[in-house]
């Protein structure tokens, strides 16, 4: 039986988006490869490695890539991250569906095998301010992002290349509220991104509630400063 074409969430369908046609590309942490699947599928990709690093996940990716036929373009490698670039060409990396943090230790922790990637489209869960702080310390520059609302869930894509410096996506005097909010995104201002952050200024104002109830430490006054700076921000974005 022919199966159908292998379909995507939207927040993949958007990491899709940001793939050159023909290019060649290693998926990180690829769930039954479902993404290279797809790419190859609609001819976006001409070969991928689809990156597990345990084996229960790898062979439901290789089950899926032997299921459509797949295996002479679309090859499943077991490996920590980035590991599974050794002895590839790839063009452009994609890393989905996991926090910020572990994303941005993935690269970290790869960042020497990057050398002949062209392209990094991520896509965190949550903290995407650890991804753009990453990219800028490490020479990629910002070039596009995007936001959305799937499932009740706010996902953030952003798309990294070394093709201008760092520098260029923000506003010097403005840097740590881009970062922590989004170049892009804060121009943008679309209906997930007041979605997103008119919660987190709700968050925010109850956790300053809390903290202001608190011992007066130096360490305490430190964190209601800062989220108070925060929140300032966000009034200024959410009007």
């Known amino acids: 039986m022919d199966l159908k074409p292998?379909?995507?969430?939207?927040?993949?369908?958007?990491?899709?988006?940001y793939i050159p046609k023909g290019s060649?590309?290693?998926?990180?942490?690829?769930?039954h490869a479902k993404l290279p699947c797809?790419?190859?599928?609609?001819?976006?990709v001409s070969y991928a490695v689809a990156g597990e690093v345990n084996q229960g996940p790898l062979a439901s990716a290789k089950k899926n890539i032997q299921s459509r036929?797949?295996?002479?373009?679309?090859?499943?490698k077991l490996g920590n991250g980035l590991e599974v670039l050794e002895e590839e060409e790839i063009d452009v990396v994609t890393i989905a569906g996991m926090g910020g943090p572990l994303?941005?230790?993935?690269?970290?922790?790869?960042?020497?095998?990057?050398?002949?990637?062209?392209?990094?489209?991520?896509?965190?869960?949550v903290a995407c301010d650890h991804i753009r702080k990453w990219l800028y310390e490490n020479g990629w520059s910002l070039d596009d992002e995007q936001i959305l609302e799937e499932d009740g869930h706010i996902y953030e894509?952003?798309?990294?290349?070394?093709?201008r410096p760092p520098e260029s996506a923000y506003t010097p005097s403005q840097l740590e509220k881009e970062?922590?909010?989004?170049?892009?995104?804060?121009?943008?201002?679309?209906?997930?991104f007041n979605m997103k952050w008119t919660k987190e200024k709700e968050q925010l104002t109850n956790v300053l509630e809390q903290l202001s109830k608190g011992e007066h430490t130096p360490a305490l006054v430190?964190?209601?400063?800062?989220?108070?700076?925060?929140?300032?921000w966000l009034e200024e974005e959410l009007q």
């Open 69 to 76: 036929g797949l295996e002479h373009v679309i090859s499943p």
């Open 157 to 163: 894509v952003v798309l990294a290349t070394k093709e």
């Open 24 to 31: 060649r590309i290693a998926d990180i942490g690829s769930d």
């Open 38 to 44: 797809y790419a190859v599928e609609n001819d976006i």
């Open 103 to 125: 994303i941005m230790n993935i690269l970290e922790q790869g960042k020497a095998r990057l050398g002949g990637v062209k392209r990094l489209v991520l896509q965190p869960n």
């Open 6 to 17: 292998q379909d995507l969430s939207d927040r993949l369908k958007v990491v899709v988006r």
């Open 222 to 232: 430190e964190k209601k400063e800062k989220i108070k700076r925060y929140l300032s």
């Open 179 to 192: 970062m922590w909010l989004g170049p892009y995104l804060m121009k943008r201002k679309d209906q997930a």
